[in-house]
């Protein structure tokens, strides 16, 4: 248990800082003139450098030691957090906003790579302390909204970079009392970083996502909107072309050759370019639309958390019982359910109108993301934890950015009467797209395979906890 509490803090803070700006936004476009186009960047700036590093951080973790990695991301998140609250324009705030998502990336695979290696291949074992870590994640990103709006009502938006401080202090100190080192004993299994995939990547997601925010202002024929599209193109298809020549690739291409760990990344990209899309213009829908305030706007996000803190904590024992498979299917079907009931908004729906979608959404994403990260981790062994699960997070991150720049360029600009009508179909359009997305994920699922069960250690039991003693 002390493992998962040590590990979960990187987690909590990067997720944190994912959902606590979106109530920001308002707030941050008024005060430094920033536009739709703007904000978006606020958004997506930390999204990409988030998605784009995980790879090699993972590999730096196989190789240098995953302690090691995460104790520096969360050093330096924590700077960058302070260079965001100091932020004088959005330039400078989208800046200190990329540094943060670099902190984030040597975090996040890291921390679920100390996990697996605490709690070996016991696929139980596994399963609840997974479930433990994304729980935390989970609620983090849905108290993100509501923590934002207080701290935006008491003190103003530069309060929220503020408060990731003393988590991340928390979070270095547990971290030396609490976590041993993850290292490969073999040399042969730690690779280096991959260069020239690194930086074709980055330019492959950045090329593509600001081509996708700047569709909507600029068109389609404007020469940054068409030449970025065939720039991500081109360097997407170099990069996978690297990857396979590449002695140590940053991307294992190997890895997609197992049916069930291709199906929980694509599993993943669903689910987060859904969630992360519409909360953009959800965020957007309940100021700009309904006139609510942040602190508002973070109390009507409320039901997220409930949701998400219940279902994370049913799915451990649920995948611990019955596999991944079904949990996956299931959660994304509830996901899919609350995104359709989300298609009939309009100007004047009350936000009372918006509990049971609140609810169905996170319910659904709870239950099946600790199951697709459970599936995936089965599928490799501890050298490669790392990788594998910044496989899968990078995968997360960019749907995330694409779902941001996607989504929010169907609100258009975003002001005034015309503006909000807009941003209303915005939502309608984009929880069409979410169900159809949603219900490709379901189908993605039933690839997952069954994995074994295993017993566990008297020592990996103390470091994650106990588990029941169910049949198997």
């Given at each position: 248990?002390?493992?998962?509490?040590?590990?979960?803090?990187?987690?909590?803070?990067?997720?944190?800082?994912?959902?606590?700006?979106?109530?920001?936004?308002?707030?941050?476009?008024?005060?430094?003139?920033?536009?739709?186009?703007?904000?978006?960047?606020?958004?997506?700036?930390?999204?990409?450098?988030?998605?784009?590093?995980?790879?090699?951080?993972?590999?730096?973790?196989?190789?240098?030691?995953?302690?090691?990695?995460?104790?520096?991301?969360?050093?330096?998140?924590?700077?960058?957090?302070?260079?965001?609250?100091?932020?004088?324009?959005?330039?400078?705030?989208?800046?200190?906003?990329?540094?943060?998502?670099?902190?984030?990336?040597?975090?996040?695979?890291?921390?679920?790579?100390?996990?697996?290696?605490?709690?070996?291949?016991?696929?139980?074992?596994?399963?609840?302390?997974?479930?433990?870590?994304?729980?935390?994640?989970?609620?983090?990103?849905?108290?993100?909204?509501?923590?934002?709006?207080?701290?935006?009502?008491?003190?103003?938006?530069?309060?929220?970079?503020?408060?990731?401080?003393?988590?991340?202090?928390?979070?270095?100190?547990?971290?030396?009392?609490?976590?041993?080192?993850?290292?490969?004993?073999?040399?042969?299994?730690?690779?280096?970083?991959?260069?020239?995939?690194?930086?074709?990547?980055?330019?492959?997601?950045?090329?593509?996502?600001?081509?996708?925010?700047?569709?909507?202002?600029?068109?389609?024929?404007?020469?940054?909107?068409?030449?970025?599209?065939?720039?991500?193109?081109?360097?997407?298809?170099?990069?996978?072309?690297?990857?396979?020549?590449?002695?140590?690739?940053?991307?294992?291409?190997?890895?997609?050759?197992?049916?069930?760990?291709?199906?929980?990344?694509?599993?993943?990209?669903?689910?987060?370019?859904?969630?992360?899309?519409?909360?953009?213009?959800?965020?957007?829908?309940?100021?700009?639309?309904?006139?609510?305030?942040?602190?508002?706007?973070?109390?009507?996000?409320?039901?997220?958390?409930?949701?998400?803190?219940?279902?994370?904590?049913?799915?451990?024992?649920?995948?611990?019982?019955?596999?991944?498979?079904?949990?996956?299917?299931?959660?994304?079907?509830?996901?899919?359910?609350?995104?359709?009931?989300?298609?009939?908004?309009?100007?004047?729906?009350?936000?009372?109108?918006?509990?049971?979608?609140?609810?169905?959404?996170?319910?659904?994403?709870?239950?099946?993301?600790?199951?697709?990260?459970?599936?995936?981790?089965?599928?490799?062994?501890?050298?490669?934890?790392?990788?594998?699960?910044?496989?899968?997070?990078?995968?997360?991150?960019?749907?995330?950015?694409?779902?941001?720049?996607?989504?929010?360029?169907?609100?258009?600009?975003?002001?005034?009467?015309?503006?909000?009508?807009?941003?209303?179909?915005?939502?309608?359009?984009?929880?069409?797209?979410?169900?159809a997305l949603l219900l490709c994920a379901a189908l993605c699922a039933?690839?997952?395979?069954?994995?074994?069960?295993?017993?566990?250690?008297?020592?990996?039991?103390?470091?994650?906890?106990?588990?029941?003693?169910?049949?198997?």
């Amino acid at each position: 248990m002390l493992v998962v509490t040590a590990t979960s803090v990187g987690f909590v803070v990067s997720q944190l800082d994912v959902s606590i700006v979106n109530v920001a936004l308002a707030s941050i476009g008024h005060d430094l003139g920033a536009s739709v186009a703007s904000l978006q960047w606020t958004v997506d700036s930390y999204a990409l450098a988030f998605s784009a590093l995980m790879l090699s951080a993972g590999s730096l973790g196989d190789r240098f030691g995953a302690r090691r990695m995460f104790l520096g991301g969360l050093a330096l998140f924590a700077l960058a957090s302070l260079a965001c609250a100091f932020s004088r324009d959005a330039p400078q705030l989208i800046a200190a906003r990329a540094w943060q998502g670099v902190g984030a990336a040597a975090m996040l695979p890291n921390s679920l790579a100390l996990l697996n290696v605490a709690c070996g291949h016991d696929r139980r074992l596994r399963a609840r302390a997974v479930g433990l870590w994304t729980a935390a994640g989970a609620v983090s990103i849905a108290a993100g909204p509501i923590v934002g709006g207080v701290l935006i009502a008491a003190f103003g938006w530069r309060s929220i970079f503020w408060v990731n401080l003393p988590i991340c202090i928390a979070g270095v100190a547990a971290t030396l009392l609490w976590v041993e080192n993850a290292r490969p004993k073999d040399a042969a299994h730690a690779r280096g970083i991959d260069l020239p995939g690194q930086a074709l990547a980055i330019a492959a997601l950045a090329a593509f996502v600001g081509a996708v925010i700047e569709l909507r202002p600029l068109g389609f024929a404007h020469p940054l909107v068409a030449g970025g599209l065939v720039l991500a193109l081109a360097a997407g298809g170099a990069f996978i072309a690297v990857e396979r020549k590449s002695r140590a690739p940053m991307l294992p291409l190997s890895l997609f050759s197992e049916r069930t760990f291709s199906a929980a990344v694509i599993f993943g990209i669903g689910v987060n370019l859904t969630y992360y899309g519409m909360v953009f213009v959800l965020s957007l829908y309940l100021q700009r639309v309904l006139g609510h305030t942040p602190l508002q706007t973070g109390l009507a996000f409320l039901p997220l958390t409930g949701g998400f803190l219940i279902s994370n904590l049913v799915s451990g024992p649920v995948v611990a019982r019955f596999g991944s498979r079904g949990p996956m299917i299931a959660g994304a079907l509830l996901d899919a359910a609350g995104f359709a009931a989300l298609g009939f908004v309009d100007a004047t729906t009350p936000t009372t109108a918006l509990l049971v979608p609140f609810l169905l959404i996170p319910s659904g994403m709870g239950l099946a993301v600790p199951a697709m990260t459970t599936a995936l981790l089965g599928t490799v062994g501890q050298q490669r934890a790392g990788t594998a699960s910044a496989v899968l997070n990078t995968a997360r991150q960019a749907a995330g950015a694409i779902g941001v720049a996607a989504f929010g360029a169907l609100a258009g600009h975003g002001e005034g009467a015309a503006g909000a009508l807009q941003i209303v179909d915005a939502v309608r359009w984009s929880a069409g797209i979410s169900v159809a997305l949603l219900l490709c994920a379901a189908l993605c699922a039933r690839w997952v395979g069954k994995q074994p069960g295993a017993r566990e250690s008297g020592e990996r039991r103390r470091a994650c906890g106990p588990v029941p003693d169910e049949a198997e």
